[in-house]
């Protein structure tokens, strides 16, 4: 059974840094993708980045040069970068795993952007 687990999350200032990281069970150069996403309160899920099994990146707009997403194999993690960090990227970030059949969620780290 495949587990995603997250760490990383916590409380950061605005305009800081946070590193999440997600260690996937069994082989992550199985999945075609690794991903995180995140949710704030009452908005629906939104895309934060994803990765592919070459390591080829995309990110949501609302992050894109602020964020660097990236994969080590060997430890079947991804990663997961913020820099000036707002208090709107406030959320629970989920990392993801794409397979070819089937779509697999973590169970979310909160990341809180606040003075």
């Known amino acids: 059974q495949v587990q995603l687990v997250e760490s990383g999350g916590g409380l950061v200032q605005p305009g800081g840094s946070l590193r999440l990281s997600c260690v996937v069970s069994?082989?992550?150069?199985?999945?075609?993708?690794l991903g995180w996403y995140r949710q704030a309160p009452g908005k629906e899920r939104e895309l934060v980045a994803v990765?592919?099994?070459?390591?080829?990146?995309r990110y949501g707009g609302s992050v894109k040069g602020r964020t660097t997403i990236s994969r080590d194999n060997a430890k079947n993690t991804v990663y997961l970068l913020m820099n000036s960090l707002k208090p709107e990227d406030t959320a629970i970030y989920y990392c993801?795993?794409?397979?070819?059949?089937?779509?697999?969620w973590g169970q979310g780290t909160q990341v809180t952007v606040s003075s």
């Open positions: 993801n795993a794409l397979s070819a059949a089937t779509n697999y």
């Open positions: 990765i592919s099994r070459i390591g080829i990146p």
């Open positions: 069994g082989s992550s150069s199985n999945f075609n993708a």
